[in-house]
């Protein structure tokens, strides 16, 4: 239990980190697809479909991080 609370906050920086990281990425991709397809709707495929899909699980990793440091904060 002192492993997992000594790292928890290490855990939680590389994680923000990361998640800031790939909504950044996102957002470029946004601008970039809009100016070039004109403002159709599109699905997403390939990389951009990979990188939704990492932004979704850093997310979730990051929330179960939070809740776990305040279920160890009360020890």
């Known amino acids: ?35 070039m397809g004109g403002g159709q709707h599109r699905t997403k495929r390939g990389l951009e479909k990979g990188i939704f899909i990492g932004t979704i699980v850093i997310a979730i990793l990051f929330a179960a991080s939070a809740l776990l440091a305040i279920a160890y904060s009360s020890f």
């Open 1 to 35: 239990m002192e492993t997992i609370i000594t790292f928890l906050p290490w855990i939680q920086i590389a994680l923000s980190a990361l998640l800031i990281g790939v909504i950044l990425i996102q957002q470029s991709e946004a601008g970039i697809s809009g100016n």
